[in-house]
């Protein structure tokens, strides 16, 4: 497939990626382009920028999680060659595993999908030095991907100055962002604060937009994407081609056939199990792969507010309670006792239910925030969770359950984790691995058809999760049934 596409990436954490990727997809929207995202490595917040403040379809992508190959599999994945992908790295360029190994990197990605690389680099307060920066990553691009720079917060004389010398080098200079004092992302704990939260945050990226496309080429940019290689999809070719062959052999279906065909499709519709998904702003923390596997496994997906509603979905054959902040919304969870009351009882009747991170710690009997104020909430688990003050833990891991339950036996299946509060039981049915210092834990609670815990799961690693777990909806959805 012939798909246009740039990668944003940096040297080091803090240059301005994601605004400047912002601001290439609004001004990209503005032209009227087919713009589509996808952030490396994993990250929740990003691509919720992308998605709710500039209406941008954005999905993550990470070579630790499913390889190059797959992770090229999963780029290539309903995309239209009409299409022009921007992809924002993680960290700086080189950044893989442990800081140290190519997985999981920006440049991994690159080199899994044969992306341009346009490297962004904050110059506040860099002169020479600028150039000596960039013919460093150039000199240990072995792949040559990467094919030009944007200066951040550099000034016009500046920039002027230094244009020459870094197109000495052999690149493209797309040009400068200068330092937009009122254009800002305000932290948080967990990294960026959600866009809903953000007062007039579409208005600052459409200003940021019109800045960028002042002096920064967009054109030059459009040029770097068309000159993307082509990639190629195998399992889509071989598909075309089988389906070819067919097509020259086979008739086509008469009107009994057809109307048989969307019967079977109607019932198949109505027996999907309903696995009913927490979401709002509590709990917003999903890769948009996952909830797609499970859709693909068979599973009818759909959504509902533990801030918000008063009970649960009807019917609901399982529960999937993603990461988020429900520390900050402790007060209005406990509130909606009518929905604690109903998380409960659904657990009590044994449907299957995953919670991760926030959905974890909302299962608890209470939640303790950082200023000391405890929160009753669904006590589905005796446990409690309080904040720490600092991070329990951090990075990619590996998980292995110690008897087989949602993974067939002896397989893994990869997580990360990013967490300050902790629970009083973490669980110890999975043995957690981190990849690169092979240290190992335990955690999970793991037993029957609940899968608990802080590690954010990502399913594609292992499909074989999103299966079980959709059998296990399966099968409670039959029982109920039989009552």
């Not at 246009?4 to 954490?13: D, F, G, Q």
């Not at 991070?391 to 397989?411: A, C, D, H, T, W």
Request: charged fraction near 30%; charge should be negative.
């Amino acid at each position: 497939m012939k798909i246009r596409r740039v990668m944003l990436a940096a040297p080091k954490s803090g240059s301005g990626k994601t605004m400047l990727t912002c601001s290439l997809l609004q001004s990209l929207k503005n032209r009227g382009e087919q713009a589509v995202s996808f952030k490396c490595g994993p990250d929740y917040i990003d691509p919720m920028f992308h998605e709710k403040a500039i209406g941008i379809p954005s999905k993550n992508l990470d070579t630790f999680f499913t390889g190059q190959e797959e992770t090229r599999k999963l780029f290539l994945k309903g995309r239209k060659e009409e299409e022009i992908a921007v992809l924002e790295g993680v960290m700086g360029l080189f950044d893989g595993l442990g800081g140290i190994r190519d997985e999981g990197s920006s440049y991994d990605l690159a080199r899994a999908t044969r992306t341009p690389i346009i490297l962004v680099v904050d110059a506040k307060g860099m002169g020479r030095s600028v150039v000596a920066m960039v013919a460093g990553f150039l000199a240990y691009d072995s792949e040559k991907l990467i094919k030009g720079v944007i200066l951040n917060r550099m000034s016009k004389p500046y920039y002027e100055k230094i244009k020459p010398l870094l197109e000495e080098l052999g690149i493209t200079v797309f040009g400068y962002f200068p330092e937009q004092k009122d254009l800002h992302v305000e932290s948080r704990h967990l990294g960026l604060v959600m866009p809903g939260e953000l007062e007039g945050i579409r208005e600052q990226l459409y200003k940021a937009a019109e800045e960028f496309a002042k002096t920064v080429s967009v054109d030059k940019i459009i040029e770097t994407a068309e000159q993307a290689e082509e990639l190629l999809d195998d399992e889509a070719a071989q598909n075309s081609v089988s389906s070819e062959k067919e097509g020259k052999t086979r008739t086509a279906p008469d009107d009994t056939e057809k109307n048989t065909t969307a019967a079977n499709q109607t019932k198949a519709l109505e027996q999907r199990p309903v696995i009913a998904v927490a979401k709002d702003e509590a709990f917003c923390f999903y890769y948009a792969e996952n909830i797609s596997l499970l859709q693909e496994k068979g599973a009818e997906i759909r959504y509902f507010s533990p801030l918000h509603d008063a009970a649960l979905l009807d019917p609901c054959d399982g529960i999937l309670l993603g990461g988020g902040y429900p520390e900050l919304y402790a007060d209005k969870l406990a509130a909606n006792e009518s929905m604690r009351r109903s998380i409960r009882q659904a657990a009590e009747k044994s449907i299957p239910i995953v919670a991760e991170c926030g959905g974890f710690m909302y299962l608890h009997t209470a939640i303790t925030d950082k200023d000391g104020n405890c929160y009753d909430m669904a006590g589905v688990l005796s446990g409690t969770c309080h904040y720490t003050g600092k991070l329990v833990r951090f990075g990619y891991i590996e998980l292995q359950e110690k008897q087989e339950n949602f993974l067939p036996s002896g397989e893994k299946i990869k997580a990360h984790e990013f967490h300050y509060f902790d629970s009083s039981y973490n669980g110890d049915d999975c043995q957690a691995t981190k990849p690169v210092t092979g240290k190992s834990y335990d955690c999970i609670l793991d037993k029957q058809n609940r899968w608990l815990g802080f590690p954010h799961l990502y399913y594609p690693s292992n499909p074989a999760f999103a299966q079980r777990f959709v059998e296990m909806a399966e099968e409670y959805r039959e029982n109920s049934l039989k009552k």
